[in-house]
């Protein structure tokens, strides 16, 4: 949820995180579950990271220690949602089950219209399997539902190859679309367009 901006900025704030609770419970599941964060990261106006204030960061961790306290891993807790909501017509994406389990927590992307990019991002690292980057931890979400997440370079390159239209904007219209048209050339895996379309747009010579 912290991986936007510059990575020379984020990844030092996440690496602050992790050795906070490494010093204090070894495991980053037992310094939220066993409030440890609360001493880590005292509750104040004063900005974290960008946008993000301490207090922001407490709703934050208040609310992924309710969901290791209910559930062993995130993924179990998920997966079981998931399941629920799959009895429901229409099925609810799985961005919007994360979402929705994150009401007091403004660090997590919600709304059925917007791109949310950084949680199809987390869902790409979380669901493809056989990739070299990507985790493929969560074997019970098919890969063929996942939406490409839509950061600003591969929205450049969709719209320069005439995947999207030049006034396409953002949005989860937006990135339904081009992974529809990604399964045309992936199947069963769209998100992995994903690398080619960001490599071409961070590549000098692109």
Do not use: C
């Amino acid at each position: 949820m912290l991986a936007f901006g510059s990575r020379t900025q984020f990844i030092p704030k996440i690496r602050q995180i992790l050795e906070e609770a490494d010093k204090a419970s070894g495991r980053i599941s037992a310094w939220l579950k066993t409030g440890a964060y609360k001493k880590d990261f005292p509750k104040g106006s004063k900005k974290f990271y960008r946008f993000y204030s301490y207090d922001e960061m407490q709703f934050f961790f208040d609310e992924m220690a309710a969901i290791l306290t209910a559930s062993k891993t995130m993924g179990e807790y998920f997966k079981t949602r998931w399941k629920e909501a799959s009895t429901k017509q229409p099925v609810p994406h799985l961005s919007d089950i994360i979402g929705q389990s994150f009401p007091k927590s403004r660090i997590v992307p919600k709304g059925r219209s917007s791109a949310n990019k950084r949680i199809h991002m987390f869902l790409r690292w979380m669901v493809r399997q056989n990739s070299p980057v990507d985790l493929g931890l969560w074997k019970w979400y098919p890969q063929a539902d996942l939406l490409i997440p839509l950061d600003v370079h591969v929205m450049q390159e969709a719209q320069k190859l005439g995947l999207l239209p030049l006034n396409a904007t953002a949005s989860r219209k937006t990135a339904i679309t081009l992974t529809k048209k990604m399964d045309e050339i992936f199947p069963d895996d769209p998100a992995r367009a994903d690398f080619a379309l960001f490599g071409l747009g961070v590549a000098p010579n692109s």
